[in-house]
Nanobody, 123 residues
Framework: EVQLQASGGGLVQAGGSLRLSCRAS????????IGWFRQAPGKERERVSS????????YYEDSMKGRFTISRDNAKNTVYLQMNSLKPEDTAVYYC????????????????WGEGTQVTVSS
């Protein structure tokens, strides 16, 4: 069974940094993609970044470029999201999800979801 677990959230001041982790398990091959999403109260869920586990290709939403970095450690079955220069508007629950149907497409539908981790940025 595919399982995803996000962790690393917390409370930080504006301008600070935080690294989130997504631990993945239950995959039968490395041919899948992991995406980070976030959802703030009263707002729709939005994509943050995605990465291909097999080849390391990445995708970033424009508003995240230069501040957020996605990476993978395949030996640990973990994907990271390094968040720098955090702003209060980054406050949200952050989720990781997996795409096993079209892993080469980093902006497509992701069918496996894990529990989120809360990120709060104070001003």
């Amino acid at each position: 069974e595919v399982q995803l677990q996000a962790s690393g959230g917390g409370l930080v001041q504006a301008g600070g940094s935080l690294r989130l982790s997504c631990r993945a398990s239950g995959f039968t091959s490395d041919d899948y993609a992991i995406g980070w999403f976030r959802q703030a109260p009263g707002k729709e869920r939005e994509r943050v970044s995605s990465i291909s586990i097999r080849d390391g290709n990445t995708y970033y939403e424009d508003s995240m470029k230069g501040r957020f970095t996605i990476s993978r450690d395949n030996a640990k079955n973990t994907v990271y999201l390094q968040m720098n220069s955090l702003k209060p508007e980054d406050t949200a629950v952050y989720y990781c999800a997996a795409d096993t149907s079209y892993p080469g497409c980093l902006t497509g539908y992701l069918e496996h979801w894990g529990e989120g981790t809360q990120v709060t940025v104070s001003s």
